[in-house]
């Protein structure tokens, strides 16, 4: 992990990715690269002096000076609905870190691995993702994505991408409503999903889940009472409970 | 010189001088773990205090009740720049469960259901700076936010603030615990931001 001090950036590029998130591209001279997982700390300053910092997962991972940040808005957020609807390129702002020795994957394990996001709890959990298939490693992976509609799951592409290469074993879960034509389920991820999507306990996956607390909750809950080992289960956790 | 945010401030937040540099407020509690919610019976519950020599005192949920128990209302700061003001808990003195124990450590580790660690200096949690809390705002505390029961050392980060707290190991030296060896600065304190390694 590294922190160090405040650097300057400069965001090179913006995206509307679903009706409410945006993802960034940050120019962050010097960056000294992160691992898949890690987040970092931003710090807006106004005119006067006015200053707010927050912490976003970082969408990329690895080194050389461009970071991804996917923002989904607050609606009564001070920070989110400016990097969602304001900022556009050339603007700037300051980011600390990398941040997080905790919630990362490495290449190099042998045991596969669960990655379950609800919302834009996927924006680090696609980070993992990308560096699994840029590792050209074996391990097997599986992502289990929660979200409401389709239009709005971050990273949509990306992830269909990645499942089309072979190496990540996608299942969607729509809470509200499926795509045009979709005769799946619609619901929130229960034991039955959980059974038929999660690999099975013995093969003894590295879980990782991320997204709002009530969903983190539920799911990490579940995993627990259909006998995963709760130290094999790292949480992700976002906004007010 | 800092780097200016064109545009940036128009949906600016009230300050508070209670809040430490760095930190906004939330009405909210937001929860931050970093792994399922331990759930743990009242009856299976202790809470274990063992000094440098192994000598162990413990307390089961009945016998915590027993103890003299206090209000406390306190500003919370979480790492993650998080504050809430006024919050209202009641429980135990970490004072009155280190009467009769005889210790010159310097330090203590907090062990948790569910394997979470942190360390806190002894002058961090005694006199009248810590406690073995077991309601908020009036309620039983809610798992996900610790209970049965929690440490909570307000004055530093929140993450010294065990949730699920089993016990605390006297050290005569300091050790990282979980998010120290994570990231997290060995103190935590709010006021001067040290927040990281």
Redesign the interface.
């Given at each position: 992990m590294i922190v160090g001090d405040w650097r300057p950036a400069t965001i090179s590029e913006v995206a509307d990715v679903t009706p409410t998130a945006r993802v960034l591209r940050v120019t962050v001279p010097d960056w000294p690269g992160s691992e898949p997982g890690q987040h970092v700390d931003v710090r807006l300053t106004a005119e006067d002096g006015y200053q707010a910092v927050r912490s976003y997962s970082l969408g990329s991972y690895g080194d050389g000076d461009a970071i991804e940040l996917a923002v989904d808005e607050v609606p009564e957020g001070e920070v989110s609905p400016y990097l969602v609807r304001d900022v556009q390129p050339g603007d700037m702002l300051e980011v600390k870190g990398p941040l997080g020795g905790y919630f990362v994957w490495r290449p190099g394990g042998a045991n596969p691995v669960q990655l379950i996001a609800g919302g834009s709890g996927i924006v680090p959990l696609a980070a993992m993702a990308k560096a699994r298939a840029d590792a050209g490693t074996g391990v097997p992976f599986r992502l289990l994505y929660s979200v409401r509609r389709p239009e709005t799951a971050i990273y949509r592409d990306e992830l269909e991408r990645l499942a089309g290469d072979g190496g990540l074993d996608l299942t969607w879960v729509y809470t509200r409503g499926g795509p045009p034509g979709w005769a799946g389920r619609v619901g929130r991820v229960d034991d039955e999903v959980i059974t038929s999507a999660v690999w099975p306990v013995d093969r003894m996956p590295d879980v990782f889940v991320c997204g709002p607390t009530s969903f983190v909750e539920h799911v990490a809950d579940a995993l627990v009472r259909l006998g995963h080992p709760a130290a094999k289960i790292r949480t992700e956790r976002f906004g007010g409970a | 010189m800092?780097?200016?945010?064109?545009?940036?401030?128009?949906?600016?937040?009230e300050s508070d001088e209670r809040l430490p540099p760095?930190q906004?407020l939330?009405?909210?509690?937001?929860?931050?773990?970093?792994?399922?919610?331990?759930r743990v019976e009242l009856d299976e519950w202790r809470f274990a205090i063992r000094n440098e020599n192994g000598a162990t005192k413990a307390w089961t949920w009945d016998e915590l009740m027993a103890l003299p128990i206090e209000e406390v209302t306190t500003d919370i700061h979480c790492v993650?720049?998080w504050s809430k003001l006024g919050t209202h808990w009641r429980g135990v003195s970490i004072d009155t469960l280190f009467e009769g124990i005889e210790t010159d450590a310097g330090y203590a580790m907090a062990h948790s259901y569910?394997?979470y660690t942190t360390n806190v200096p002894m002058e961090d949690l005694l006199e009248g700076k810590s406690w073995v809390v077991f309601e908020f705002e009036g309620e039983p505390l809610d798992p996900?936010?610790g209970g049965p029961a929690r440490l909570i050392v307000p004055h530093l980060y929140f993450w010294k603030s065990a949730k699920w707290v089993r016990g605390l190991t006297l050290m005569e030296h300091d050790a990282p615990g979980?998010?120290e060896?994570?990231?997290y600065n060995m103190h935590g304190d709010p006021w001067t931001e040290e927040r990281?390694?």
């Open positions: - | 800092a780097v200016f945010s064109r545009g940036f401030g128009a949906r600016r937040r760095g906004y939330t009405e909210d509690f937001p929860v931050l773990s970093a792994g399922p919610t331990p993650t720049r569910g394997g996900e936010h979980f998010w060896q994570n990231g990281y390694w």
